[in-house]
C-alpha cells in the first residue's frame, strides 16, 4: 500500500505511515493494515518492539481521512462511519493493550485520529516541531480514539481545557498533559530507530531522553483548574465570562469555534469517566456512544462541510446560542445496547 509502509528490520516491526502531502492523515486501509500488522507481530517471537513513524516534516498523523465518511454520511448511510470508527477504536485498543512495546515518533501534527494510533503506545516520543492535540470539537465530534482516557487522566481540569477549546500542546505541554513521554531531539530520531531495529530494546529511547522546552499548560494550571471546574458547559462559560484575564478572553474564543453540543457532551463525558474505574474500555465505549450517533443527530456532517467541503468556516450548530439542554447531551450519550462497541 503506497499510503504506508510495514516491514520487520532486524528486532524491530516497522510501520511508516507514508502520505506526507496529505499530512499522512490515516484512511481506512491504513488503520486495517496497521491492525493486521499488530496482530501478525503479537506472537511474533523475532520481534521485540514496534516502531511507529511517518514521512514528511509537518505531520505525524493529522488525523483520519474523512471525506468518505462525509460523502456517506450525507447519502444516510451511516452505517459506514459506525463500522469505521468500532473498526478504528479496536485498533486503538490494541495498541493500548499490546504486550510488547510500542514506539511512537511524534513530529509536527499528532491530532485526532493519529493521537488513537500514536500516543498509547509504551514509549511517545516528541520533538521540537511536536504539535498535539483533539480538535474534534471543531468538527462536531468528541474527543474520540481513546483521546477521553487520557483527557480524563491529565492532571486537574486539563482535560476539560484540552478537549473543548483544542489547543495545540507543544512538547512539554504533551508531557505534562500525559500524551507524550520523552523529549528527544529530531536529528537524533534516525539513528535511534536504527538501534531499536538492531537491538529490540526500548531502554534506548529512556537514555536517549533531553530535557524539553518550557511549555504553557503547567505555569497555568492553577488557573485552568479555577475557570474549568464547572460541571457543565454553561457552567465553565459563566466562569470564563467573568474573568477578564488574556488566558480567559483565548480560551472563550477558542470555545467559541466548537460544536456547543460536542463541548457539552465532552464535559459530561470527563466527568463520568475521572475516577478509579476509568478504564480504556470504558473510554471507547463512551466515545462510540456519540460517534454511532454523530452523522445522524449531532454536528458531525456540518462540521465537515464548513471545514472540508466548503470551507467556508462558518457551521450552523445546533444550539448555536451555546445553551444545550441537559436531555440533548444525554440522547447522545446513552447506552446503545445491541450496538454497543465490542472490543
Known amino acids: 500500500m503506497s499510503d504506508i509502509d510495514i516491514r520487520i528490520v532486524g528486532r524491530a516491526g516497522r510501520i511508516t505511515l507514508t502520505r506526507p502531502k496529505a499530512l499522512n492523515a490515516m484512511t ?20 521485540d518492539v514496534i516502531v511507529l513513524d511517518a514521512e514528511g516534516e509537518r505531520a505525524f498523523c493529522s488525523g483520519g481521512d474523512i471525506a468518505d465518511l462525509y460523502a456517506e454520511g450525507r447519502k444516510g448511510n451511516f452505517a459506514y462511519g459506525q463500522k469505521f470508527w468500532a473498526d478504528e477504536y479496536r485498533l486503538n485498543h490494541k495498541i493500548f493493550t499490546y504486550p510488547k512495546p510500542v514506539v511512537s515518533f511524534l513530529q509536527g501534527f499528532t491530532m485526532g485520529g493519529g493521537v488513537g494510533i ?30 477521553s482516557l487520557m483527557l480524563a487522566l491529565a492532571p486537574g481540569r486539563l482535560g476539560e481545557y484540552l478537549g473543548i477549546t483544542a489547543s495545540r500542546m507543544g512538547p512539554a505541554d504533551a508531557i505534562f498533559a500525559g500524551f507524550a513521554d520523552h523529549y528527544i531531539p529530531q536529528h537524533m530520531w534516525t539513528d535511534l530507530i536504527a538501534a531499536l531495529e538492531n537491538s529490540g530494546d526500548p531502554s534506548k529511547v529512556e537514555a536517549a531522553r533531553k530535557t524539553s522546552p518550557e511549555g504553557e499548560l503547567e505555569a497555568n494550571i492553577d488557573q485552568i483548574n479555577r475557570l474549568f471546574a464547572g460541571e457543565s458547559l454553561g457552567d465553565i462559560l459563566a466562569l470564563l465570562r ?4 488574556s488566558f480567559a478572553k483565548d480560551a472563550l474564543k477558542k470555545i467559541m469555534r466548537a460544536s456547543p453540543l460536542s463541548a457539552a457532551c465532552t464535559v459530561e463525558m470527563l466527568h463520568r469517566l475521572r475516577g478509579p474505574s476509568l478504564t480504556m474500555e470504558k473510554a471507547l465505549d463512551l466515545e462510540y456512544r456519540f460517534t454511532y450517533r454523530a452523522s445522524e443527530h449531532a454536528d458531525f456532517l456540518e462540521g465537515i462541510r464548513a471545514a472540508i467541503i466548503d470551507k467556508d468556516r462558518n457551521p450552523q450548530w445546533q444550539y448555536a446560542d451555546q445553551d444545550v439542554p441537559l436531555a440533548a447531551v444525554s440522547k447522545m450519550l446513552q447506552p446503545l445496547g445491541e450496538h454497543a462497541l465490542k472490543l
Do not use: K, N
Request: charged share 20%; proline share 4%.
Open 28 to 47: 481506512y486501509d491504513m488503520c486495517l493494515a496497521i491492525e493486521s500488522a499488530f496482530d501478525a507481530w503479537r506472537e511474533d517471537t523475532a520481534l
Open 118 to 147: 500514536g500516543c498509547h503506545g509504551s514509549h511517545r516520543v516528541v520533538g521540537e516541531t511536536s504539535q498535539i492535540a483533539m480538535p474534534e470539537c471543531g468538527i462536531g465530534l468528541v474527543p474520540d480514539v481513546g483521546g
Open 242 to 245: 467573568t474573568s477578564d484575564t
